[in-house]
């Protein structure tokens, strides 16, 4: 039986809250808190690729997700007008709405007796070899045997105990979001692209609802005013004729439907604990969307860590055997990401079929045992 019996897990994302599921199947004692006050119930789509939904599967949560969301296994090209180019082989995959993916995290963790605590943070922490003192924003004090840091691509946690050498770096691309309802023919991971090469994509996230998103390149982050963000995609995508596209933006109404964000990406070398605060999910991780795997990555961290802690006696020892399970696969993720970001900003076009067997690699290597 492994020394980490009390488990403190700072942020109940995608990561940390698999992570709070899965320590508690082995046995761990788990408190997870957020700064969130609450669940969101608003945000955009995630496709789960084909490792995502076998580690979810291993924590038998993957049929849940099929329940919520879409399966597809291909992807489909389209022009910029609609037409149907061609369909290729994707690996089986689910498009899911990110408020019942987490969910159905939460609802699993806390059914087997984690405890969640929204609107808190970590105020100070002292890291000791015998364990972890947290003093909390609300003023109460534990000790635990073990801090996970899944505080997302900004961590404070990470700033704290690693430095700044690994603060999120610009990808040189935005991205746009928003949700729609589904159009028949979004039934798989679809791209839209007009002939110098701008892509708009969109999957299903559940039979009623899809997911579509817009990467902007720009050489510094761009920043845009808020409350026009619902016209701005308009105005960007108005090359966009396809009917699934236009049928889309119609639903644009509001600005608070639109989500906009930089590209800011980091991976820590390993190893990713100092003493007894470990990193987990985009804290150690931060790959740019392109091969749709951060999220997939924080979930394999969460199992592997659950697996980890519960073959080994030392705490120490559970962490070095995380770090090493992990590290090497994350790099390939977040390089064969960076460089599908890169191809696109250069010349999107010409490095089309470089990046179409970039992608076909990286998909197989995920289907690699972790
Ligand atoms: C445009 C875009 C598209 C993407 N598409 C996909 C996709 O299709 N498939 C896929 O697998 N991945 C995708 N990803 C990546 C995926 O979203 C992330 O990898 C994933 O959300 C990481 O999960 P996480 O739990 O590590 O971090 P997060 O989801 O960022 O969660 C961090 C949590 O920590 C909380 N927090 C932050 N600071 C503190 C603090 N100080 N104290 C307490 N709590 C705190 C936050 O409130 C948050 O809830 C995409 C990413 C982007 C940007």
Same mark, same amino acid.
């Given at each position: ?126 890291? /000791? ?116 596209? /236009? ?28 003493? /007894? ?64 970001? /890169? ?28």
């Amino acid at each position: 039986m492994n020394e980490i019996k009390r488990v403190l897990i700072v942020g109940s994302g995608i990561g940390g809250a698999t992570a709070a599921y899965a320590l508690r199947r082995v046995g761990v004692d788990v408190h997870c808190i957020d700064i969130k006050t609450e669940t969101p119930m608003v945000g955009s789509g995630i496709c789960m690729l084909h490792n995502a939904m076998r580690a979810m599967a291993s924590l038998d949560l993957a049929q849940a997700c099929l329940d919520s969301g879409y399966h597809f296994d291909a992807f489909r090209q389209f022009d910029s007008a609609g037409q149907l180019l061609r369909t290729n082989p994707a690996p089986p995959s689910c498009g899911i709405r990110r408020p019942e993916l987490a969910r159905i995290l939460e609802t699993a963790a806390e059914g087997a007796g984690a405890i969640f605590d929204r609107g808190l943070t970590v105020q100070s922490l002292v890291n /000791r070899a015998e364990g972890v003192d947290v003093r909390f924003s609300d003023g109460r004090e534990a000790t635990y045997d073990l801090v996970v840091a899944a505080d997302g691509v900004y961590s404070r946690l990470r700033q704290q105990l690693f430095g700044t050498d690994c603060s999120p770096r610009f990808a040189g691309q935005s991205v746009w979001r928003f949700n729609a309802p589904r159009p028949a023919e979004v039934d798989a991971f679809c791209l839209f692209r007009t002939a110098s090469g701008r892509t708009v994509g969109s999957f299903p996230t559940s039979q009623e609802s899809c997911y579509i998103f817009y990467l902007e390149n720009s050489p510094e982050p761009l920043r845009v005013p808020e409350a026009e963000a619902h016209l701005l995609i308009r105005e960007r995508l108005s090359e966009f004729t396809a009917p699934a596209i /236009r049928a889309s933006l119609e639903c644009v109404t509001q600005p608070r439907q639109v989500i906009f964000r930089p590209l800011d990406i980091t991976l820590v070398p390993a190893p990713w604990h100092r003493e /007894r605060v470990v990193l987990l999910g985009d804290a150690a991780h931060a790959p740019t969307p392109h091969m749709t795997s951060g999220g997939g990555m924080a979930i394999e961290d969460a199992v592997v860590l659950a697996d980890c802690i519960a073959a080994t006696q030392s705490g120490q020892a559970a962490l070095e055997l995380y770090s090493n399970r992990r590290y090497e696969r994350c790099k390939t993720i977040c390089d064969a990401s960076l460089q599908l970001c /890169r191809n696109e900003q250069q010349d999107p076009l010409g490095n089309r079929e470089k990046s179409a067997a970039l992608l076909l690699s990286t998909y197989q290597f995920l289907g690699q045992p972790i």
